[in-house]
Structure formats: C-alpha cells, structure tokens
C-alpha cells in the first residue's frame, strides 16, 4: 500500500477557499523559495481563529504543496526521510502490550541491530518504548488506552531514507505488531 498525496478537498473543505487561493498565499509566501518552516509561518495566522485546528490544516497545505512543486514525494518529511507507521486496538493494558512488543525484539528490528539500549517512558495518556537503530532508523511503540480492557497501540519506523524503504518497514511492521 502506498503513501497517499495529502488530500485537497479536505484542505479546501477546512479552509473554506480553492486550493488555488491557499496554493497563492503559499507563493505569496515565497513559494518554492521557502523552506517548509517559512511556508507554515506565513499561513499559520492568516487561519488563526478562524479554522478549527488551523496549525494542523496549514501544516497539511504546505506539505500538499511541497508535493505539488515536486519538492516531495507522499510520506516524505521535510528533512527528506520517510516515516510509516502501522497501528492496530487491542486487547489489553498499554504498558503491557508495549512491554509484550518490546520483548520480542532481540536485538535486531528488520534486521538492523538496535544502537544503544532501547528507552522506556510513561505519560499520563501513552506508554512508550523507543529505540535507535545501527542505520540511523528511530522506531516507536507507543500505546494508549482506548477502553477499559483495550489500547490503540501504534508502532513507527521514522528517519528511513527512501520510500522503498517505507514500504519494506511497512510491511514488517506489519507483522511484528501481531505478535502480542
């Protein structure tokens, strides 16, 4: 399954205007000039206090955008690494079903051995387990609690330099998430 271009008509819906509006404030703004930072900041108030969520609908528009110009392709970030994730609901308490996950790593995740010792950590809504990997891949599990017996539990592979490599670490991600 590939990674899809962000969705227009939800840009245009949210904002309330044609993409081409939004796409000539982004050039007004600097265009392909500017970096991503640059972009968001020159729409971010133009949408304040009017938009629900404006930060979240104008980080979307410029990465819409930066897709548009060719500056990047669906799933890549503005540093120009990939990130996929793959999430499921299961049964269970979040730091559980982390602590499961976490246990079936040995050492190696997709074949690449892990760098350093994995970190563990707890907020008041997720639970956490984080590691780096020897190629510079960073991965996540992060779990919370979605009803009383079930967590939404969310594993992402992130800093991975291609999309072929986004679709290599989709699919095993894909198949590690089962094994709770």
Request: net charge negative.
């Amino acid at each position: 399954m590939a990674t899809k271009a962000v969705n227009i008509e939800s840009i245009e819906k949210a904002f309330g205007e044609p993409w081409a509006t939004t796409r000539k404030r982004l050039e007004d703004a600097g265009g392909a000039s500017a970096i991503h930072k640059e972009l968001a900041d020159a729409l971010y108030p133009q949408f304040e206090g009017v938009v629900d969520k404006h930060g979240w609908w104008v980080q979307g528009a410029v990465v819409a955008y930066e897709q548009e110009i060719g500056r990047r392709v669906p799933g890549q970030r503005a540093d120009g690494t990939f990130d996929v994730a793959v999430s499921r609901t299961i049964a269970g308490q979040r730091s559980d079903l982390v602590a499961a996950l976490a246990s079936h790593v040995d050492g190696t995740l997709n074949g690449t051995a892990l760098k350093g010792e994995p970190r563990t950590s707890e907020t008041a809504k997720r639970s956490f387990w984080r590691a780096n990997l020897e190629d510079g891949t960073k991965i996540e599990i992060a779990a919370e609690t979605k009803s009383e017996d079930k967590s939404l539990v969310v594993i992402t592979a992130s800093k991975l330099p291609s999309p072929e490599a986004l679709e290599d670490w989709r699919a095993f991600l894909k198949g590690f998430l089962p094994q709770i």
